[in-house]
């Protein structure tokens, strides 16, 4: 048997990953009811929402997806529902066929058990309601678009297109009605195969609903920018007592430990919010550019509609994350300013203390030195008095008195000393520094 080489473990996860969370097929006309809750991070989190699933499978008596699966879908009775689990939320979707008088009322969210939605982990992001309804032609469906739809929706936020290849179009005001819900309706050419009604079902619920999560950031934006506010007058005021004469600069230096404590903490709680939010905001842009819009009786597009409302709180939260990392960045330059100063400072005073010690020194010598010629003395008068007492038997005979004697030996002894302690101290020079 030939021998294989092993697979790589990721092999087949990441290659299934490519086709995770496919389009569902749909047959128009149509309803769709979607909610999409949070998800809070943790396994724990995670178990309750399948658990939760799991639940409303059972009263249906339908399989159970497999263990770790992140998307499911299954038939409900006569419904078909879709559920998809993501980093930070978890969305729920109702199909069912036909539609009804009443164009957005709610009915089909009606069909989640009242005592399941009260059980439901996490807390709703968004909620909406597809309608989606199939025309012979273009020039029926510009007409149900300028008659039907000015009801349906709230003109000022009327946003409408043809996409792919003007195969359908698609509306909406992304307002919430008063049932908490926001409408959609899509309008298809007849012929349009399932799987394309799918993806363009697929595409706006996302656009729904990471737009929704993308504007989560902007309260902490917000936030964010009344906390930094505060943080740059306290830094402000920092930098003012550096540059006064005679400030005390380890004040000044708790005082910016605190600031720029108080903005690393700022930065590492916002921080994740901010690069979820960019993520999010790069995600709609992509999936309502590849919606591949065209103008439809003068209405805006949903591009414009998200350069109008949506890109400018985006914008708001780029800013207030640039505010914070600039903030960041002056306590380090201020830090850097009072460390230059501290150090200047230590630098003055270990010259002063240096100099002090160099004069402590010089006394130190003068009093060696003056220590050294006592005891040069002393010895002289000691060595004189000895010898005295040596010499004088000798001397007797020869010089009047003893007194005579040491007088003459004090200058020759005195000298001897002198030069006997000047060689010591030369040699203890040498070793000390050679």
Request: glycine share 6%; hydrophobic share 45%.
């Amino acid at each position: 048997m030939t021998k294989t080489p092993a697979d790589h473990p990721l092999r087949y996860s990441s290659a299934n990953e490519l086709h995770a969370r496919p389009f569902p097929e749909i047959s128009a006309p149509c309803r769709a009811a979607f909610i999409a809750t949070t998800l809070e991070p943790g396994a724990d989190q995670r178990a309750k929402v399948r658990a939760h699933l799991l639940d409303l499978l059972d009263r249906h008596g339908a399989d159970h997806p497999a263990p770790g699966a992140s998307h499911y879908s299954s038939k409900l009775g006569q419904l078909t529902l879709k559920w998809e689990g993501h980093s930070e939320f978890t969305t729920y979707t109702l199909f069912a066929d036909g539609l009804t008088p009443d164009a957005f009322k709610g009915q089909l969210h009606e069909s989640f058990p009242k005592d399941w939605m009260a059980e439901m982990p996490g807390q709703v992001i968004t909620s909406a309601i597809v309608r989606i309804e199939v025309e012979e032609n273009e020039t029926a469906i510009e007409k149900r678009l300028d008659s039907e739809m000015r009801q349906w929706f709230v003109g000022e936020s009327l946003a409408a297109a043809y996409i792919l290849d003007r195969s359908a179009v698609v509306a909406t005001d992304f307002r919430i009605d008063a049932g908490g819900h926001v409408r959609f309706a899509v309008l298809v050419k007849d012929g349009t195969g399932k799987r394309r009604i799918g993806r363009i079902v697929q595409r706006l619920l996302e656009i729904e609903t990471y737009k929704c999560t993308a504007m989560l950031t902007l309260p902490v934006a917000r936030s964010v920018f009344s906390k930094a506010h505060a943080l740059d007058s306290e830094l402000s005021g920092v930098v003012q007592s550096m540059a006064r004469e005679g400030d005390d600069a380890a004040a000044s230096l708790d005082r910016l430990l605190a600031v720029s404590a108080n903005v690393e903490l700022l930065q590492s709680e916002t921080s994740f919010r901010f690069s979820a939010g960019r993520a999010y905001r790069e995600i709609v842009a992509q999936r309502v550019d590849v919606l591949r819009e065209e103008r439809v009786l003068g209405r805006q597009l949903f591009s414009e509609f998200m350069m109008r409302r949506f890109d400018p709180a985006m914008r708001t939260c780029d800013a207030a994350q640039t505010r914070v990392s600039d903030l960041s960045a002056q306590a380090a330059r201020a830090s850097d300013l009072l460390s230059t100063r501290v150090g200047v400072a230590a630098t003055e005073q270990n010259r002063r203390l240096l100099h002090r010690m160099n004069e402590r020194a010089a006394l130190q010598m003068r009093l060696q030195e003056t220590v050294e010629g006592l005891s040069v003395v002393a010895v002289t008068y000691y060595a004189v008095n000895l010898l005295g007492y040596l010499l004088a038997p000798i001397a007797k005979g020869i010089l009047p008195s003893k007194s005579w004697l040491m007088g003459i030996l004090v200058v020759p002894v005195g000298l001897l000393v002198w030069m006997l302690v000047r060689r010591i101290k030369a040699r203890v020079a040498a070793k000390i520094d050679p």
